[in-house]
Structure formats: C-alpha cells, structure tokens
C-alpha cells in the first residue's frame, strides 16, 4: 500500500507565505512526477505545478514567480512553497506523485488534501 500525507495549510493574510509537504510512503519502488492540484469552492481541480524525479518543473501562468515546487527524493518528499499569497490561492491542495510499487504496478496516487485560506 501507499500513502500520501500532507501538512502544512492554514490560514494566512494576504501577501503571506505558507510551505506545504507532502510525504510518500508504503511499498515504493520509484517516484516518477510529483504535482500539486488545487481546487477551490465551486471550481474544477486544476494544476498548480509539478516536477520530475531529476527536477524539472512546470506551473500554472497564475502562480508563475509566487510558488516553488520542489522535492527531496531521498525522503519521498514534494513541497510547495508559497509566497505573495492572494485570495485567489484558496483552495484545497491535493498532492499526487506516479509511483512504481513493489508489485510492479505504476500508478497516480492522491494525498488527502491540506486547506489553505488566504483572507485578512
């Protein structure tokens, strides 16, 4: 089995920054792409930005210059960093990393979700 367990939303005021973690662990063999998805009330699930094992990164034009997407391989890890925070940024925050299990099986799997609400 494995698990995605983030941490790290909250509630912060305009132009704030909060760091999201998202950690995997069970019977893993290799993590391929890790991403952040958000979705806010009323809105589809979008992309926010991902990387791949060796570091390539890619984001939404909205957050561009704002977040930093980053991962540590050796702790299964993917981070978000947020700064300038707007209240456009509220939203729940899902991660997801494709990853290869023990059984030989690759496949995307889903973090549970972190709430992040951006308002004076």
């Known amino acids: 089995q494995v698990q995605l367990v983030e941490s790290g939303g909250g509630l912060v005021q305009p132009g704030g920054s909060l760091r999201l973690s998202c950690a995997a662990s069970?019977?893993?063999?290799?993590?391929?792409?890790m991403a952040w998805y958000r979705q806010a009330p009323g809105k589809q699930r979008e992309l926010v930005a991902q990387i791949t094992y060796i570091g390539g990164t890619n984001y939404v034009d909205s957050v561009k210059g704002r977040f930093t997407i980053s991962r540590d391989n050796a702790k299964n890890t993917v981070y978000l960093q947020m700064n300038n925070l707007k209240p456009d940024d509220t939203a729940i925050y899902y991660c997801?990393?494709?990853?290869?299990?023990?059984?030989?099986?690759?496949?995307?799997?889903w973090g549970q979700g972190t709430q992040v609400t951006v308002s004076s």
């Open positions: 069970g019977s893993i063999v290799s993590i391929y792409t």
């Open positions: 997801s990393a494709n990853i290869r299990t023990g059984r030989d099986i690759t496949r995307n799997y």
